[in-house]
């Protein structure tokens, strides 16, 4: 399985980013795929993520600010991140597996810096 993350970057705050993650691999280790995050000093925390054919679940702190969608052809996911904030700066990571919580795979990071 590989999960190849793109799309981090520097972005003012307020400001807007859009994350890819493609994978490749068996159906059931692409089954959910999502985003996890880790700022510097804190335990990597799940942003969100989407199970095929189904809708995605959030983290209450990007609620309403980030939209992941998935193109099942392509097997990719996508993090549309709006309003970002300072605290939103992370390492983001994508993942899949059977179940988002315990992910089998792991895609390498991709820096988000929110600053001015």
């Known amino acids: 399985v590989q999960l190849q993350a793109s799309g981090g970057g520097l972005v003012q705050p307020g400001g807007s980013l859009r994350l890819s993650c493609a994978g490749s691999?068996?159906?059931?280790?692409?089954?959910?795929m999502g985003w996890y995050r880790q700022a510097p000093g804190k335990q990597r925390e799940l942003v969100g993520s989407?199970?095929?054919?189904?809708?995605?679940d959030y983290a209450d702190s990007v609620k309403d600010r980030f939209i992941i969608s998935r193109d099942n052809a392509k097997n990719t996911i996508y993090l549309q991140m709006n309003s970002l904030k300072p605290e939103d700066t992370a390492v983001y990571y994508c993942?899949?597996?059977?179940?988002?919580?315990?992910?089998?795979?792991w895609g390498r990071g991709t820096q988000v810096t929110v600053s001015r």
């Open positions: 993942a899949s597996g059977p179940a988002i919580r315990s992910p089998g795979y």
């Open positions: 691999g068996s159906i059931l280790s692409l089954l959910v």
């Open positions: 989407i199970i095929k054919g189904g809708s995605p």
